[in-house]
């Protein structure tokens, strides 16, 4: 059975790049199986990803990026590595004051969850988490919440 939901959820995704592609959609092999398998599971289909596919994406897609990296590139990164370093240390420095808000804001929040969630890109590694049984799913929602709202309640 399970074999079958991993072919679904395949079907499924080819079918929303063909029709992603049909609509006009920008990023049809990005956005087609993303919004096709949304949609399956708000419907309660059984769809299941493979073990690790993920990963093997990553993979493919950096090796894809990386064969177009000539040395002018490689060069001029170089060049801007003082910067690119103050940028994630800045981005560091906004994540920890985003931990301190969301521990003061969520008293019973444990720290290590404060962390990943406020980091950039850290949600989606901390929903992996909760998957896996290692974190509360309304903990992370409220979270994830807290730390997608709060630099939009910011600015108003």
Not at 21 to 32: E, K, S, T
């Amino acid at each position: 059975m399970l074999y079958f939901s991993y072919a679904s959820t395949l079907l499924i995704s080819l079918a929303g790049v063909f029709f992603w592609q049909l609509a006009g959609g920008p990023l049809p092999w990005l956005i087609g199986p993303l919004l096709a398998v949304m949609a399956g599971k708000l419907l309660h289909a059984e769809l299941n990803s493979i073990r690790h596919s993920r990963e093997l994406g990553q993979a493919i897609v950096g090796v894809a990026l990386g064969l177009t990296f000539s040395p002018q590139a490689l060069h001029r990164t170089l060049q801007l590595a003082p910067w690119i370093l103050l940028a994630v240390a800045f981005a560091l420095g906004l994540a920890w004051l985003s931990m301190r808000l969301m521990r003061r804001l969520l008293p019973t929040l444990d720290p290590l969850t404060a962390w990943l969630v406020a980091l950039p890109g850290g949600a989606y590694a901390v929903n992996l988490a909760a998957v896996d049984g290692y974190s509360s799913g309304s903990r992370i929602s409220a979270t994830n919440t807290l730390h997608t709202s709060a630099p939009t309640l910011n600015t108003v």
